[in-house]
């Protein structure tokens, strides 16, 4: 049986309780998304095939967009077994407006694709503007001109806050993205909210924390810190901190899943922004003693900042998420240690197709 | 003898008074830019051609980059009698990776290309893009390889704030872009802070707000309204007002070149944004009540805002510009009447080369 921990928000700091499970609004969303026509850009990568695979355990008719570039999080093992119920098409979305019958007819489209490696976008800027602003436009417009009536859920970041002023940050906190990479996503969370202001388009945008899960891109760390952390830790080798103090917060996928799913039906979400959290924030050097204790494998090595990412590292962030759970119920349901067990006894069965 | 006005800064609005000019540090600047080698984007448009032009005479060696598009501001007549003395090369900026030797050498380099339409970006938001955020991150990267110690200014503008909360606006206004013009001179802007904060290259950013003068584009409102009024005075024809009670300030386009100069020699501006005012505001109607009579033709019809505009429309705006009067002793020297004097003047003798 597993542990579910019920998560409470509080002005500071979001206290995790194992309890026993309560209804919660995302139960009822098998019903709402059977028989669907739903696109998933980004579909191969890591919360987009978690996100297509659900959706076609519902009965959701699944076509998952992706470019399938290498340095992304795409990988082919994310939908093995899903052949027969998942279309695949591979499209870079900068590219949609020649294959704009795609989007005709989609009821839903969970818009994930995107690169999301900081370092990436200052080394290689132009390849970050491509995927992570003209895709977007381009898909947009695709949707504008071909499916105005579906709705669109955004995967934003927190990553647009910049060095946060004040934490937990709020949806008001100013946007003052210190990399490309966030200068990159301030834009395309801005079209998204213009399309639906100006185009009367339901957009709804998610800006995600650190999320962590089945299907996560583990080689390395261009998705988040805590893939590599993960895959050392299954290796048993050093798990690099750098510095250790900063203060974080995760959401196991689930969870994110259910914000989108729950974005994307809930009508009073419409052409809002919401931030996602998910469990109570932690330092990394608690997060890394956590990972190890729970795997039994892996050490600890604090480091100083190497100094490009020092230059674009944002300090403490952790989320307030009281809008999305007062406007759409969600609440996340999966406690960080269940997160982290799960997640390692997934990979631990099939490292092999991600390294 | 011209009329000049010395402006005035306060809290809430800038008076305009006559008087005998005083000491100006723009007076100063011929001989800063003598011998300097300067490159121009957009050089053959309003502000850049102006700039170019008054380089030249400076004795700076001017290179003038633009893409020569339709629809822009670009006009072979704005560099008439100057082709011995300005280099005129032929480059969408997103190509200019492939120029990258332009750029090596250059001591200044004023970055005034982009496209201003709000309509035009609404309805064909890719090339915007295209123009807006590609070719300004394509040049900075440019400029990274191979001109690191180059000084860079930049023209943003007051299109970023969106509809102000409250007028004068500061630089720290939130930015809330309308269109997505707006949402494209954003990320053009936090481009250039970012590669001075990361990579310490010398950059400076002006938020212009409407600025008018000889060799704008008068053809249509495309880059501001000002510049149909003008053709329609000239004409004799109705300038239709729409709505006539939203206050704007206006700059005079010889006191945003002593903004753009002043910003690239002064050391205490580098790495800073800066709003660029001008006249008192005054109200739309009250402006087209000014511009008839100094014309002695045309004729106003108020008319309500077309759709496609009024949904964009960003209400009073006028900028509090003490942070670059502080920093760089920058004011403004021509009085709003005798600005569109020297306009009307100039349009009257080459109107043909504008429409």
Known sequence: MKEQGELQGNEHIREENSGESEPH????????????????????GFI???LARRLADWGS????????????????????????RIKICKLNLRDC??????????????NLAGRVSHIDSMTDPLSDLSANVHGHLALLEACRRRAPKARIVFASTRQIYGKPNTCPVGEDH???????NGIHKVAAEAYHSLYHRIH?????????????GPRM???????????????????????EVWGGDQMRDLTYVDDALDAFCLAATCPAAQGRIFNV??????????????LIAIAGNGRIEIKEFPPDHKRIDIGDYFADDKLLRGITGWSPRVALRDGLTRTLEYFRHCLSDYV
């Open 48 to 50: 987009g095939s978690n």
């Open 25 to 44: 609004p995302a139960d009822s969303l098998s019903s709402d998304f059977r028989g669907l026509k739903v696109l998933v850009t980004g579909g191969m």
């Open 174 to 180: 100013p946007l003052q993205p210190v990399d490309i």
């Open 97 to 110: 407006s020649e294959t704009t019958e795609l989007f005709e007819c989609q009821d839903v489209i969970f």
């Open 200 to 212: 009367g388009m339901q957009i709804v945008s998610l800006r995600l924390t650190n999320t962590y």
């Open 217 to 239: 891109r583990v080689k390395d760390a261009r998705q988040t810190f805590l893939g590599i952390w993960l895959r050392r830790a299954l290796d048993g080798d050093a798990i």
């Open 277 to 290: 959290g998910g469990s109570p924030p932690l330092t990394l050097l608690e997060l890394a003693e956590i």
């Open 61 to 84: 008719e699944v076509v998952v967009v992706d470019s399938i570039e290498p340095n992304t999080g795409a990988n082919p093992a994310n939908l093995r077994g899903f052949d027969d």
